[in-house]
Every structure is written in C-alpha cells, then in structure tokens.
C-alpha cells in the first residue's frame, strides 16, 4: 500500500505543473526621488518618513528584480529592500560629483531575489565633455536556467537643455551613454561565453522619451535599433506618464521612466502605483515570462 502511496505521489509531482518555474518574474524599476528625504538636504525625520513610506510600497510592489535610482548609499538601499522577504541587494553605485569629488546621493542601485553571478558598476567614459554618473549591472540566475543580464540607468537630466545649444549637447550626452550601454553588453557576452544569456534588461530614468519631446536625443532610437525592445511602444501615452511635477509646477507630466528588453519578445510594460507620495516618479513594471 505505502508503495502504491508513493507512486501515486511521484506521478502527481511530475505531472503537476511546475509553478515556480512558470511564473513571471516581476521587474520593478523606480526612480525614487533623493532616497530616503526627497531632497539631498533632507532633514532626519524627512529622511525617515520617505523611508516608511517607501518600504510600505515596495511591500506591495514585491519585485523579484528591483531597480532603484536615485538612492543615497547602499545602506538606504539594503534598508529598504530589507522588508521584502528574499530581496538582496547586488550593487549600488558611488559616482562621484565631477566638480567636487563627492559622492553624489544619486547613486543606482540592483537587488533581485535571483541568485548572482556578478554586480558592479562603471562611470560612462568621458567621450564627450561634461559626462557624468554611469551605470549599474548585475548578472542574474535565470529560474530556468541561463543568465539575465540587468543594467541600472539614469541619463542625463534636462537640466541646462532651455536654449538649442543645449537641448543638443545634452541630447548628444544621452546618446553616448546609450552607446556606451551597447558596447558594454557586447563586452559582457564575451565575458560570459560560457553561460547561455536568456535575455537583457536597461531600466530607469532616460530623462528622455520616444514622443518626440526631446527632438535632439536619440537614445531611445539608438538602444531599440542595438536590439531593445521598447515596452512602452504600444502602451497609451496617457497610461504612461511616469513623472509629475509638484503642484504648481511649470511641467506637464511625461515618460521619463523605461524597462527596455532584449530576448523576451515584446512586452508591454505598465505603471503599477497611482500614488505619487513616494516619488515624483511611478514605478515601472514588467512581467517577464518564464525563462527556460
């Protein structure tokens, strides 16, 4: 009897689907707005607000893959990513203020509940004048095998871009981080030859979109002709606005925010929080299908 038991149980365990490898892994990507305080000369009670608030959000959201911008250090970012179970921390940048040498509180941060095979981030190359910060990259265990390869962004703002010499330097500037982005992934298949890359992800703030808003950057057009995808493409502008300006604010809200995919088809992305008292930014979301 106890073998016909456990025969039983062996075909119900291998027809049952498998439902850990079958889920999506859900990617999060948010600019989090001068983490923790919301200013970088927070007070310690507005740092600590910011970061209730942020941990309450972050609970629900419940990322398997999570990247922050926008961060103080890592502590803010372990601090944060702490109250969900099984989220680590891989990276957080420390780029540094050109002018002063100071670690700006900027700063790009990955954590994912995957296992790791290599974190670490990289100022751009000074290819063109006045370039700054850089990005973050982490090397991630697919469930079903293989790597993901995951890239924290934050391009150049649009600070400086109100007269036409400098909507195109910095828009010169954004396309040369896209670039720059490009040719680390294919330094990085070389590095990791001996994996099978299921896929790549370029997450974060662009500070630009594909509205043509910002006619002189082309760093949209530039990562979805190396391979990208744009899960923003068929998705209505009105249900992706991603940034706000404060009440009073001479700004319209506009796509800022982007998860660019590489090697999972076309997906669509979507803004899964309405509440904007954590950021002036939402949080992006995609749903990656299983990856076998």
């Known amino acids: 009897m106890k073998r016909i038991l456990s025969v039983c149980l062996l075909l119900f365990a291998l027809l049952s689907p498998a439902k850990a490898d079958a889920e999506p892994l859900k990617v999060i990507s948010w600019n989090m707005e001068w983490f923790p305080g919301k200013r970088p000369t927070a007070s310690a009670a507005e740092a600590d607000a910011h970061m ?34 099984g ?52 090397a991630l265990a697919a469930p079903g095998g293989g790597l993901i390869m995951v890239y924290g962004n934050h391009l150049k703002s649009n600070r400086g871009s109100d007269t036409a010499e ?50 002189e ?34 700004f319209n809200p506009t796509t800022f925010d982007y998860i660019f995919a590489k090697g999972f088809g076309e997906l669509a992305a979507s803004t899964p929080m309405a509440d904007e008292k954590v950021s002036d930014h939402l949080p992006v979301q995609l749903l990656l299908p299983a990856v076998k």
């Open 166 to 215: 400098g909507a195109k330097s910095v828009g010169a500037m954004r396309d040369e981080q896209a670039k720059q982005l490009l040719q680390h992934m294919k330094d990085m298949t070389v590095a990791y030859t001996k994996f099978s890359i299921k896929g790549w992800l370029a997450a974060g703030d662009f500070n630009t979109n594909h509205d043509g808003q910002f006619p």
């Open 217 to 250: 950057c082309h760093a949209v057009e530039i990562l979805t002709k190396g391979g990208f995808y744009n899960t923003w493409l068929g998705v209505p502008k009105e249900k992706r606005l991603t940034w706000h300006d404060r009440p009073g604010g001479k």
């Open 52 to 85: 209730k608030a942020g941990q309450e959000a972050l609970k629900l959201l419940n990322p398997d893959i999570f990247i922050g911008v926008e961060l103080t250090d890592w502590d803010a970012f372990h601090q944060l990513c702490s109250v969900v179970p």
């Open 87 to 138: 989220l680590t921390v891989h990276v957080v940048s420390t780029f540094t203020d050109p002018l002063t040498g100071e670690i700006r509180p900027q700063q790009i941060g990955i954590a994912s509940k995957l296992k790791c095979h290599g974190a670490w981030w990289a100022a751009w190359k000074a290819n063109v004048p006045n370039i700054s910060r850089g990005f973050s990259f982490a």
